[in-house]
């Protein structure tokens, strides 16, 4: 079984890699891209489906509650 | 318009991140989880629907070809 855990800086908080990509497009002529947020992601796979522990491991390991949050996708 | 770009390390590269990730998980109780891997995500907004420079923008700027491959998701 697999999942994917998307872990983003929450919308209030600055993202200053987002802002340096969005500030290089201009002088690449990629003038229509309006805004750039990154974040991580991580491939999980896992046995018996516990879905349980990949709950645990993007709320306790993955993700800073401070500052991100995060979202799963199960394939 | 919404579109996200993901990049992952090729299948075939090594991907000490996600190693470590993964070996950290067995002293947590995580035993179920049996592979990581780590990779980058953008969530990019266009104006005009150009998916033409979204595409640009994911071969030229954010994925090294070389070890790295991506994927967009259009919303």
Redesign the interface.
Known sequence: MKATV?V?LKPTVLDPQ?MT?QR??GS?G?D?????????????????G?RE??E??AK???TNPVIEEYRIIWE
């Open positions: 998307i983003t987002g990509i290089s497009l690449l990629l229509d891209i309006t805004d750039v947020r990154q974040g991580k992601i991580f491939d999980v796979r896992l046995k018996n516990s522990q990949v645990r491991l306790d390991v993955l």
